[in-house]
Nanobody, 124 residues
Framework: VQLVESGGGTVQTGGTLRVSCKVS????????MGWFRQSPGKGREGVAC????????YYADSVKGRFTISRDNAKNTLYLQMNDLQPEDTAIYYC??????????????????WGQGTQVTVSS
């Protein structure tokens, strides 16, 4: 199983970015997915998650109304559209696949597979 993130970078406060996660080696269209992030000195935080159809999504309070998780099952790809980025959004962003209970989750330990992460930096 491979998860490969891309699309990170540096933006100014208020800017936008979209990060992607290309998945191979599992039944992507049957797998809930999640996005997590980790800032220096902090633990990994659940940001958003999505069910296998894309019809059910959950968000951390800190990103509600600014971030949107989506998926393209035909392309085996997960996305996170990030708008109105703030300096506190600076982190390494990770995608995760296959939560143990079969439902989308913002809990880190429930996921079996992880990508290597992509850096997002928001300058003030």
């Amino acid at each position: 199983v491979q998860l490969v993130e891309s699309g990170g970078g540096t933006v100014q406060t208020g800017g936008t970015l979209r990060v992607s996660c290309k998945v191979s080696g599992l039944r992507f269209d049957d797998t809930p997915m999640g996005w997590f992030r980790q800032s220096p000195g902090k633990g990994r935080e659940g940001v958003a998650c999505i069910n296998w159809t894309g019809g059910v999504t959950y968000y951390a309070d800190s990103v509600k109304g600014r971030f949107t998780i989506s998926r393209d099952n035909a392309k085996n790809t997960l996305y996170l559209q990030m708008n109105d980025l703030q300096p506190e959004d600076t982190a390494i962003y990770y995608c995760a696949a296959d939560p143990s209970n079969g439902f989308p989750s913002l809990v880190e330990y429930e996921y079996a597979y992880w990508g290597q992460g992509t850096q997002v930096t928001v300058s003030s």
